[in-house]
């Protein structure tokens, strides 16, 4: 069966400039987080959408930071403004319905996006 | 201010030895650990996990243990293969953190060689 994937694989852009990002996840999956992980650091969640509850998004790190997620399947995070701090590898993973805390997160490849 | 940490980059062992991969962590409400593995371009994948309600959980070659009172969990891979090669972190959450959101190391890269 498919993973979960995203899109593009890799973004250049320049600075000021909007970027979206895709995540198709597992189909049956409910739950679905997007994180980053920026060069020589560790994976740092931004936000997090289960079935249709309004979504965690303690972790985005500025206002520049949305996301969407269209019929509780594919989600879109889009940075406006881009500043060169965003350049990072962002991930998406989706988690099945049958756990809450403890369900293990299956991830897609990420998008490695740089701002230049 | 960094709830997990990995406080080793970078590992190197020999092919066949037993490696050791730590990670601390200062939240004393997290409750369930996990271990995942990265290749380069590729997503993390899930390894193993432990409930704070458990010492060790093992699963093969690879073995985790916590120590709570430590606030200290450990990977043992033995024995160690070449094609574990990746960069390894390791995660928790706590109760609070609804749906399961994971807080991440920075990931301990570990090069196994022949």
């Known amino acids: 069966g498919a993973g979960v994937s995203q899109s593009p694989s890799n973004k250049v852009t320049e600075k000021g400039k909007d970027v979206e990002l895709r995540c198709d996840p597992i189909s049956g999956h409910t739950a679905l987080y997007w994180y980053r992980q920026s060069l020589g650091q560790g994976l740092e969640f931004l936000i997090y959408f289960q079935g249709n509850s309004a979504p965690d998004k303690s972790g985005l790190p500025s206002d520049r930071f949305s996301a969407e997620r269209t019929g509780g399947s594919v989600s879109t995070l889009t940075i406006q403004r881009t500043q060169q701090e965003d350049s990072a590898v962002y991930l998406c993973a989706s988690s099945p319905p049958t756990g809450v805390w403890g369900e293990t997160q299956y991830f897609g490849p990420g998008t490695r996006l740089l701002v230049l | 201010d960094q709830q997990v940490k990995q406080n080793s980059p970078s590992l190197s062992v020999q092919e066949g030895r037993i490696s050791i991969l730590n990670c601390d962590y200062t939240?004393?409400?997290?409750?369930?650990f996990l271990w995942y593995k990265k290749y380069p371009a590729e997503g993390p994948t899930f390894l193993i996990s432990i409930s704070s309600i458990k010492d060790k959980n093992e699963d093969g070659r690879f073995t985790v243990f916590l120590n709570k009172s430590a606030k200290h969990l450990s990977l043992h891979i033995v024995p160690s293969q070449p094609g574990d090669s990746a960069v390894y972190f390791c995660?928790?959450?706590?109760?609070?953190?609804?749906?399961?959101?994971?807080?991440f190391g920075q990931g301990t890269e570990l090069s196994v060689k022949p």
């Open positions: 939240n004393s409400m997290f409750d369930y």
């Open positions: 995660a928790s959450t706590h109760p609070y953190n609804q749906g399961g959101k994971l807080i």
